[in-house]
């Protein structure tokens, strides 16, 4: 009998570290950097001042801006504070945590601008190629003349092929579909390019649809990094997601990026909100019947906006993009390449939003895939000189300050109306952190 319990227990206890070794390895990821928070003071900020912070970003949530909030804030490596408050889903009353999954949106393109920028460091495209040289259907474009309130449209040849640089920085010409109640706008809305099955499909639908201006005269944010992404896949010769898996994410330690979520991590995936005037409150706005589910493993994948992540994976593709290129001995990009990406590239003429008869934002270019401030003064930002930045459409937002090795974090689901009187919260963020530097 003696011999038995024993046997029983040494099983019992293989069991044990079994569980143990299972569960610590499938939590790696989950556990590494950027979980261990320092504090203020040895991340070079004030204790007060983050403080302050904290209780802002907390204040807003209170206030129902936002249903739920995690910010963090990273310098010299060091995480300075990474913080949750409010809800994920306001209708099961699931809380906010630190692995809460969100709709990235447009910090999608981002990392496209990766992926597109570690082909260029193998030779396969350059800045001046034709983008007609990685997408023949390309080669005969139009482009929007003019049109009046009948229907009745003009077009006009290309003066020229708009280059790789241009489609980096939204100068290319192309439409979106997002707004606008041009043709342009209009047919991408009517075709459904964003919900298209694949970025084959998208390609096709693009390549009839003819260009908002002629290259290189406007900023216009466009479907640019979905066509990138279309690249990345034949350069490569691989799927797109396959290539980001592959590698961005598994060298980055990023197992929570894809473009769906799986079942098992339904439950951790945070819901879109607005703010209801009628009930005076935030309600969870319903799932668009016009796009493929967020849980649907086919869904096209859009380097423009189709990625899903969590805090920890997005916090170490930036202190990836801080470190110029490398994190945890993985290099991604040389240094030169993430130079390149926080360079504004738009013509003198241009800023960020600027057309041939409307004035852009002062003193903000762009450069592949980011939003770069190239003139702080005239951005009227405490922001230094070089700093780049994107947001998503559901609100989550981040910038990166070279000069300062700080990058910021916001990660919330909001997107329609907001609460009468809600706050800036990006700017009470950068004047709160720029004010706490020590």
Do not use: C
């Given at each position: 009998m003696k011999i038995t319990i024993n046997a029983r227990l040494q099983k019992l206890a293989l069991a044990l570290v079994t569980t143990f070794i299972f569960f610590n390895?499938?939590?790696?990821?989950?556990?590494?950097?950027?979980?261990?928070?320092?504090?203020?003071?040895?991340?070079?900020?004030s204790e007060r001042g983050i403080a302050n912070l904290d209780a802002a970003m907390e204040q807003i949530v209170a206030d129902q801006d936002v249903a739920g909030m995690i910010w963090m804030l990273a310098k010299d490596g060091e995480v300075a504070t990474f913080e949750t408050a409010?809800?994920?889903?306001?209708?099961?009353?699931?809380?906010?945590?630190?692995?809460?999954?969100?709709?990235?949106?447009s910090m999608t393109k981002p990392v496209t601008g990766v992926a597109l920028m570690m082909l260029h460091e193998e030779g396969l495209w350059n800045f001046d190629d034709p983008v007609s040289k990685h997408i023949p259907e390309f080669e005969n474009l139009k482009v929007l003349k003019s049109y009046d309130d009948d229907g009745n449209i003009e077009l006009a040849p290309l003066e020229r092929q708009p280059t790789m640089r241009e489609l980096l920085n939204h100068s290319a010409g192309f439409g979106y579909g997002l707004g606008g109640s041009d043709p342009v706008n209009s047919a991408f809305r009517d075709q459904a390019v964003l919900a298209s099955t694949d970025l084959d499909e998208l390609v096709a639908k693009v390549a009839g649809i003819p260009l908002l201006s002629q290259p290189g005269e406007q900023y216009y944010y466009s479907v640019a990094v979905d066509l990138q992404g279309y690249i990345v896949q034949e350069l490569s010769g691989q799927k797109f997601g396959d290539?980001?898996?592959?590698?961005?994410?598994?060298?980055?330690?990023?197992?929570?990026?894809?473009f769906y979520v799986s079942d098992e991590d339904e439950y951790r995936f945070a819901e879109v909100h607005n703010w209801d005037e009628e009930r005076n409150r935030l309600v969870q706005?319903?799932?668009?019947?016009?796009?493929?589910?967020?849980?649907?493993p086919n869904r096209m994948e859009s380097g423009g906006g189709g990625l899903v992540s969590s805090t920890h994976d997005y916090a170490r593709f930036l202190q990836m993009l801080v470190n110029e290129g490398e994190l945890d001995g993985a290099r991604i990009l040389t240094p030169?390449?993430?130079r390149i990406m926080r360079t504004n590239s738009l013509r003198d003429e241009l800023d960020i939003g600027g057309g041939p008869d409307r004035p852009g934002?002062?003193?903000?270019?762009?450069?592949?895939?980011?939003?770069v401030i190239y003139d702080p003064e005239l951005a009227e930002t405490a922001q230094g000189p070089g700093t780049y930045y994107w947001s998503g459409a559901a609100g989550t937002w981040f910038w990166i300050d070279p000069s300062q090795d700080m990058f910021w974090l916001g990660m919330i689901q909001a997107q329609g109306q907001r609460r009468p009187g809600a706050a800036n919260m990006r700017n009470v963020a950068i004047d709160l952190i720029y004010d706490a530097l020590e």
């Open positions: 390895n499938s939590a790696l990821a989950d556990t590494s950097w950027p979980q261990n928070e320092v504090g203020a003071s040895a991340a070079g900020f409010g809800l994920a889903r306001v209708n099961d009353q699931t809380p906010m945590t630190k692995d809460t999954l969100f709709r990235i949106y290539f980001l898996n592959e590698r961005i994410f598994e060298p980055l330690g990023m197992s929570d990026s894809r706005r319903p799932h668009r019947p016009d796009r493929p589910s967020y849980l649907d030169e390449s993430v934002r002062a003193g903000i270019g762009f450069g592949v895939d980011f939003a």
